[in-house]
């Protein structure tokens, strides 16, 4: 399977984070843990029911950050699938609940619905005729009908693709079409997490990084040897600096600067979230990977409760 695994993003405050993703969006709040390499900060994950990959986005809340720019260089939208019927649904919930939104615009013939969460990250949810038909996350107040079905994709913005292109291709995804200045690719067999459009915008300003940007893209690997077939094409034909494997607990993951200057990563799509915590009970307590289980109280001494910044 190709496509997204997840998608990592920087975010302000981690109490309003938790309530904009699984109060507003519905997403299921699967795990709490932290920054491995910051253990001061949390890194939460959202997604479906089991955290699947194509489902997954994440957060480091690093309220000292300053507000991200976008621009050349970062994703500009990360985008979801709903049901086609589900669009006017979410529209209305939005104008409800004060979420700031555009107005439905169609785009690859598709109905979107771009918004943004409360530090700026550019989202869209994105109407996929038989999308009902595919799992979602049933333990929200969104009626699971109009419920969230994982990524629809990304779109990346920068000053040319065709380097992009190349290195996307390592990673399973060809172009399937153009409009106007996006080009259009598509995962070969996947559905969730499988569009990545790029914008080019040739002499616009760079980005940058901030709270409301994304970190990293990561795409999914079945296994290790895949993630190694996908490392050592990267190198060889697009002369890719990419990391050692890193084991991420959930996964393990590779990281590179794609050639327009956005990171990415290739995860693998094992172990999953359920290996530290039963699958009825993610996302319910702090979960520290064991090299980090014995700084616990020194851990849970520096990080605020979620519940008590609500």
Same mark, same amino acid.
């Given at each position: 399977?190709?496509?997204?695994?997840?998608?990592?993003?920087?975010?302000?405050?981690?109490?309003?984070?938790?309530?904009?993703?699984?109060?507003?969006?519905?997403?299921?709040?699967?795990?709490?843990?932290?920054?491995?390499?910051?253990?001061?900060?949390?890194?939460?994950?959202?997604?479906?029911?089991?955290?699947?990959?194509?489902?997954?986005?994440?957060?480091?809340?690093?309220?000292?950050?300053?507000?991200?720019?976008?621009?050349?260089?970062?994703?500009?939208?990360?985008?979801?699938?709903?049901?086609?019927?589900?669009?006017?649904?979410?529209?209305?919930?939005?104008?409800?609940?004060?979420?700031?939104?555009?107005?439905?615009?169609?785009?690859?013939?598709?109905?979107?619905?771009?918004?943004?969460?409360?530090?700026?990250?550019?989202?869209?949810?994105?109407?996929?005729?038989?999308?009902?038909?595919?799992?979602?996350?049933?333990?929200?107040?969104?009626?699971?009908?109009?419920?969230?079905?994982?990524?629809?994709?990304?779109?990346?913005?920068?000053?040319?693709?065709?380097?992009?292109?190349?290195?996307?291709?390592?990673?399973?995804?060809?172009?399937?079409?153009?409009?106007?200045?996006?080009?259009?690719?598509?995962?070969?067999?996947?559905?969730?997490?499988?569009?990545? !459009?790029?914008?080019?915008?040739?002499?616009?300003?760079?980005?940058?990084?901030?709270?409301?940007?994304?970190?990293?893209?990561?795409?999914?690997?079945?296994?290790?040897?895949?993630?190694? !077939?996908?490392?050592?094409?990267?190198?060889?034909?697009?002369?890719?600096?990419?990391?050692?494997?890193?084991?991420?607990?959930?996964?393990?993951?590779?990281?590179?600067?794609?050639?327009?200057?956005?990171?990415?990563?290739?995860?693998?799509?094992?172990?999953?979230?359920?290996?530290?915590?039963?699958?009825?009970?993610?996302?319910?307590?702090?979960?520290?990977?064991?090299?980090?289980?014995?700084?616990?109280?020194?851990?849970?001494?520096?990080?605020?409760?979620?519940?008590?910044?609500?």
């Amino acid at each position: 399977m190709s496509g997204l695994h997840h998608v990592t993003a920087i975010a302000g405050d981690a109490a309003r984070n938790h309530d904009f993703y699984t109060r507003v969006l519905g997403l299921r709040f699967v795990k709490k843990t932290v920054n491995y390499d910051d253990p001061g900060t949390y890194h939460l994950y959202f997604g479906d029911e089991t955290g699947s990959p194509g489902t997954i986005l994440t957060f480091f809340p690093w309220g000292h950050m300053p507000q991200g720019r976008g621009g050349v260089g970062l994703t500009q939208t990360t985008t979801y699938r709903v049901p086609e019927s589900a669009i006017g649904y979410w529209a209305h919930r939005f104008v409800e609940l004060g979420v700031k939104h555009e107005a439905i615009e169609k785009r690859f013939g598709e109905s979107v619905l771009g918004f943004t969460d409360p530090d700026g990250l550019g989202l869209a949810l994105v109407g996929v005729a038989g999308a009902e038909s595919e799992k979602a996350w049933a333990g929200s107040d969104v009626p699971v009908e109009h419920a969230i079905r994982g990524f629809h994709g990304a779109t990346l913005l920068l000053d040319d693709a065709k380097a992009t292109a190349g290195v996307l291709d390592v990673l399973g995804y060809e172009e399937v079409a153009r409009e106007g200045s996006s080009i259009r690719f598509k995962a070969r067999g996947s559905d969730v997490g499988n569009v990545i !459009d790029i914008r080019e915008a040739k002499g616009f300003l760079p980005g940058r990084m901030g709270r409301g940007s994304v970190h990293h893209l990561a795409f999914r690997a079945k296994d290790d040897q895949e993630q190694a !077939d996908m490392r050592r094409r990267l190198v060889e034909e697009h002369r890719m600096h990419v990391t050692e494997q890193i084991d991420r607990n959930y996964f393990r993951s590779m990281y590179f600067k794609e050639p327009g200057g956005i990171i990415f990563e290739i995860a693998t799509d094992q172990p999953g979230f359920s290996i530290d915590e039963p699958v009825e009970s993610l996302g319910t307590k702090l979960v520290l990977p064991p090299f980090l289980e014995g700084r616990r109280a020194q851990i849970e001494a520096h990080l605020v409760p979620l519940k008590e910044v609500a």
